[in-house]
C-alpha cells in the first residue's frame, strides 16, 4: 500500500482550475505511483574480495533484494555468506556461477544444503562442472536473456563466451550494475584459451559495449569499475 503521503497534494486539471481534476491528477498519481514502487524495489550488493593466485584478488559477491538473494561467484566467502543470511533472515534463492572453473564451485555443495538454493549454470560450461570433481548437479540451465526474479526485480542472463564456452554475465538494470565474471575486468580481459576463444571473448566484448555503455562493472577479479572508463573497448568496433 502506498504511504498516506501520496494522496495529500492538491489536485488541479490541465487548464489549472481546482475543479475534478481528472486528467492531471490520475497522470500525477500514476508517476508517484512508480516512483514509490521504484523506491521499493532496491538491490544491495556485499562484495567478499578472497585471496586468489592472481595478484588482483577474487571477487564474490551476495546480492540482496528484499528478504531474498543470491550469490554469484561465492567459495571462499561461504562462512561469511553463510552467517550473513542467517543473521538477515534471508532467503538464498540463487547460486550463480559466471563459469564452471572449480574454483566457484567448492562451495555450492554446503551452500545448497544448508539454504536449498537453485543452482544455475549455462549447459555450454556442463562439461567443465562434471570434470570439476565437484558433486553437485545444475537446478536450472540459464541461457542468453533468461531472466531471475530476485525479490520483486529481475537479474538478467547474458551468455559471453570467451573465458569458458558457458561463460556469464548478470545484469542488474535497476543498480545499473554488470556483474562480468572473468569476461570483463579492469583494464583487460579473462584468460582466453586459443583463437577461437579469442574470437569469442572479442565478440562478448563489443556486445557488452554496445549494450551497457553506462553500466558499472564488478567483475570476478580486481577492482569494479565502468564501462565508460574502459575505453579501450571502443578500439573494438571496428575490428
Known amino acids: 500500500m502506498p504511504p498516506p503521503d501520496l494522496f495529500r497534494y492538491p489536485v488541479a486539471d490541465n487548464r489549472g482550475t481546482a475543479d475534478s481534476g481528472l486528467s492531471f491528477s490520475a497522470i500525477w498519481f500514476r508517476k508517484e ?26 571477487n564474490e559477491y551476495l546480492l540482496i533484494n528484499g528478504d531474498e538473494a543470491a550469490t ?49 549454470i549455462c549447459r555450454r560450461d556442463a562439461g567443465l562442472l562434471n570434470t570439476s570433481g565437484v558433486s553437485i548437479e545444475p537446478d536450472l540451465f540459464v541461457q542468453d536473456k533468461t531472466r531471475l526474479a530476485l525479490g520483486d526485480g529481475i537479474i538478467r542472463v547474458l ?4 573465458h569458458t564456452p558457458g561463460s556469464l554475465c548478470f545484469f542488474v538494470k535497476d543498480m545499473n550494475v554488470l556483474f562480468s565474471g572473468r569476461t570483463l575486468e579492469k583494464g583487460g580481459y579473462g584468460t582466453i584459451w586459443g583463437p577461437s576463444s579469442m574470437a569469442a571473448m572479442l565478440s562478448s566484448l563489443r556486445r557488452l559495449n554496445g549494450n551497457f555503455c553506462s553500466a558499472v562493472v564488478y567483475p570476478g577479479r580486481g577492482e569494479s569499475t565502468t564501462m565508460r572508463k574502459e575505453a579501450w573497448l571502443d578500439c573494438l568496433r571496428s575490428h
Open 33 to 58: 505511483l512508480m516512483m514509490w514502487k521504484k523506491r521499493q524495489n532496491h538491490f544491495t550488493c556485499k562484495t567478499f574480495r578472497k585471496p586468489d593466485a592472481g595478484k588482483e584478488g577474487k
Open 72 to 120: 554469484i561467484d561465492v567459495s571462499a566467502s561461504c562462512d561469511d555468506v553463510s552467517e550473513m543470511l542467517r543473521q538477515q533472515r534471508l532467503t538464498l534463492k540463487y547460486l550463480l556461477v559466471t563459469h564452471a572453473h572449480r574454483s566457484h564451485l567448492t562451495a555450492l555443495p554446503e551452500l545448497r544444503a544448508s539454504f536449498g538454493a537453485a543452482f544455475c
Open 159 to 162: 551468455h559471453t563466451p570467451g
